[in-house]
T-cell receptor, first 114, second 115 residues
């Protein structure tokens, strides 16, 4: 079972460049989340979606945009990359059927902005 | 607002020794509680979770955690550490008042196993 798949796994960008990170899940989950992970700061929620066609801001949304045109995909965009966006990005999904349901994670995208 | 505190960014134990990783949450409403493990260069995997019922929860790889409402704690333990347990561990809570099922995360504790 693939679960949650993130592409690409690694990327190096120059300041000002744009890119899109793709998250795909094959579990028919309703809810999807984008996090960034920085040393000593745990996981911080960037944006999330509670269903196809919906998106909402999380804790640190500035500089990012998202789209959920298909239920299985959740895209995270950086319009103009900045060095402060150097991080490891994780996508997660959840059935959306209860507070006891865990989130399922991809393996992450390691992004460096020079 | 809900918050999660993990005491100690790094915990070092000898192989075969007891592992104790601490997690405290702040909420007047008992949340749902999770422990996740992250091995190097990997995503997070669910270790165990507490929802309702028995307060001692058993997870994978010999780990268990006990929910103590009076102490607002959910500490993770393992009787005997193995080298393969070296990883970062995250405590997270799900607030029943949040309809978006967001998780509030602790900052993580890196477990170091000494041979």
């Amino acid at each position: 079972n693939a679960g949650v798949t993130q592409t690409p796994k690694f990327r190096v960008l120059k300041t000002g460049q744009s890119m899109t990170l793709l998250c795909a899940q094959d579990m028919n989950h309703e809810y999807m989340y984008w996090y960034r992970q920085d040393p000593g700061m745990g996981l911080r929620l960037i944006h999330y979606s509670v269903g196809e066609g919906t998106t909402a801001k999380g804790e640190v949304p500035d500089g990012y945009n998202v789209s959920r045109l298909k239920k299985q995909n959740f895209l995270l965009g950086l319009e103009s990359a900045a060095p402060s966006q150097t991080s490891v990005y994780f996508c997660a999904s959840n059935t959306g059927t209860g507070y006891f349901q865990p989130q399922h994670f991809g393996d992450g995208t390691r992004l460096s902005i020079l | 607002a809900q918050s999660v505190t993990q005491l100690g960014s790094h915990v070092s134990v000898s192989e075969g020794a007891l592992v104790l990783l601490r997690c405290n949450y702040s909420s007047s409403v008992p949340p749902y509680l999770f422990w996740y493990v992250q091995y190097p260069n990997q995503g997070l995997q669910l270790l165990l979770k507490y929802t309702t019922g028995a307060t001692l929860v058993k997870g994978i790889n010999g780990f268990e955690a006990e929910f103590k409402k009076s102490e607002t704690s959910f500490h993770l333990t393992k009787p005997s550490a193995h080298m393969s347990d070296a990883a970062e561990y995250f405590c997270a809570v799900s607030d029943p008042r949040d309809s978006n099922y967001q998780l509030i995360w602790g900052a993580g504790t890196k477990l170091i196993i000494k041979p």
